[in-house]
């Protein structure tokens, strides 16, 4: 089966500029969660989504936004790009959004430079 | 709400040692516990989890870890390390109080470092 893909893999964009990243669940995942990767602040939640609803939400600026398609594939959004916004961009699956037990399933991430 | 503290940045063990990487958590309700690897330029890789049952429990790669509620703990540990288990580990957890979803919240991280 094969794992969580994310695209693109490494982006760099302007300040100012807006950029959208993508991902593509295990294969019978519903629920996808973003998190942001950051040398300063770690692993930060930023969304999660299950059957196109968003579920649960961090504490990130509006910015930041996701969604999710019927096919459980999830994209997320950030506007006006800050310098702050460089990170590693994570995208999860996991099997069932109602079952906490289940683990998560990681990509590989999309590194955003934002100069 | 839900926390993870890891207090040691770096842990540093000789190949064939065991290795203790430490984690404690704070939650309301029940802890869901999990730890992660991550080597570098990759994402996490989930190595075990902690629902109910048994205190110890065993994982991928030969990990196990110990779950202790009277000392909130979840420390990760390993028999007899490899240099290969050299990487950057994640404890995680999700607080049974706080309704569906998948939110999960992390440590900051603990290098480990095995040395021939």
């Known amino acids: 089966k094969a794992g969580v893909t994310q695209t693109p893999r490494y982006l760099i964009k302007t300040r100012g500029q807006q950029v959208t990243l993508s991902c593509s669940p295990i294969s019978g995942h519903r629920s996808v969660s973003w998190y942001q990767q950051t040398p300063g602040q770690g692993l930060q939640f930023l969304f999660e989504y299950f059957s196109e609803t968003q579920r649960n939400k961090g504490n990130f600026p509006g910015r930041f936004s996701g969604r999710q398609f019927s096919n459980s594939r999830s994209e997320m959004n950030v506007s006006t790009l800050e310098l702050g916004d460089s990170a590693l961009y994570l995208c999860a699956s996991s099997l069932a959004g109602g079952a906490p037990s289940y683990e998560q399933y990681f990509g590989p991430g999309t590194r955003l430079t934002v100069t | 709400a839900q926390s993870v503290a890891q207090p040691e940045d770096q842990v540093n063990v000789a190949e064939g040692n065991p290795l203790t990487v430490k984690c404690t958590y704070s939650?309301?309700?029940?802890?869901?516990l999990f730890w992660y690897v991550q080597y570098p330029n990759r994402g996490l890789q989930f190595l075990l989890k902690y629902i109910t049952g048994d205190n110890l429990v065993k994982g991928s790669y030969g990990f196990e870890a110990e779950f202790n509620k009277s000392q909130t703990s979840f420390h990760l540990k390993k028999p007899s390390a490899l240099v290969s288990d050299s990487a950057l580990y994640f404890c995680?957890?999700?607080?049974?109080?706080?309704?569906?979803?998948?939110?999960?919240?992390f440590g900051t991280g603990t290098q480990l470092k095995v040395e021939l």
């Open positions: 939650v309301s309700g029940n802890p869901y």
């Open positions: 995680a957890v999700r607080d049974s109080l706080t309704g569906g979803g998948n939110k999960l919240t």
